[in-house]
T-cell receptor, first 113, second 111 residues
Framework: NAGVMQNPRHLVRRRGQEARLRCSPM?????VYWYRQLPEEGLKFMVY????????ESGMPKERFSAEFPKEGPSILRIQQVVRGDSAAYFC???????????FGPGTRLTVT | EDQVTQSPEALRLQEGESSSLNCSYT??????LFWYRQDPGKGPEFLFT???AGEEKEKERLKATLTKKESFLHITAPKPEDSATYLC????????????FGKGTTLSVSS
């Protein structure tokens, strides 16, 4: 049973470029969450999605960040015009309906140069 | 404001030396408390969910307990492979399904 998959595992972008991070939830899971982990800080919630719907984006920066979970394909976290402060590990998690625990992927480490 | 504080930040143990990690929380309506293990360069690995005070869960050398204000992760006779960062998170009724994480306790077990 494959776990949560994320790609790429490492991503290097120059300031001003766009970053696209992908997440495929565990089989049978319909809820997807994105978290960010900055150096020396804890994991911070960004956004919660179900298929074709954003349920809670209260942790998402208002500008440059967007997320989607289309009917077909992986969930995408998109960061436009990246800045050095966006350098972090971005984790995706998924959960099945009716359950509270979230299962995390291996993360994407974004480095902005 | 919902908050999670873990202590100590770092803990060094000898193999076989039992100890406990603490997770104190302030939350408006606890929906659940979660323990995760995170190895360097990897994503958090789910360990336990606790829902109400007095509840206990066990898995191998780990035992998690919950009170109204804190949770403990007890490690009995640890082995070097238990070395990792242990994360505590809460799910608050008013925060929907988002997990609020503490900064973690980094455990090192030497043989």
């Amino acid at each position: 049973n494959a776990g949560v998959m994320q790609n790429p595992r490492h991503l290097v972008r120059r300031r001003g470029q766009e970053a696209r991070l992908r997440c495929s939830p565990m089989k049978g899971h319909s809820h997807v969450y994105w978290y960010r982990q900055l150096p020396e800080e804890g994991l911070k919630f960004m956004v919660y999605l179900q298929k074709e719907n954003i349920i809670d984006e209260s942790g998402m920066p208002k500008e440059r960040f967007s997320a989607e979970f289309p009917k077909e394909g992986p969930s995408i976290l998109r960061i436009q015009q990246v800045v050095r402060g966006d350098s972090a590990a971005y984790f995706c998690a998924s959960s099945p309906s009716g359950r509270h625990e979230q299962y995390f992927g291996p993360g994407t480490r974004l480095t902005v140069t | 404001e919902d908050q999670v504080t873990q202590s100590p930040e770092a803990l060094r143990l000898q193999e076989g030396e039992s100890s406990s990690l603490n997770c104190s929380y302030t939350v408006s309506g606890l929906r659940g408390l979660f323990w995760y293990r995170q190895d360097p360069g990897k994503g958090p690995e789910f360990l336990f969910t606790l829902y109400s005070a007095g509840e206990e869960k066990e898995k191998e050398r780990l035992k998690a307990t919950l009170t109204k204000k804190e949770s403990f992760l007890h490690i009995t006779a640890p082995k070097p492979e238990d070395s990792a960062t242990y994360l505590c998170a809460v799910q608050a009724a008013q925060a929907g399904t988002a997990l609020i994480f503490g900064k973690g306790t980094t455990l090192s077990v030497s043989s």
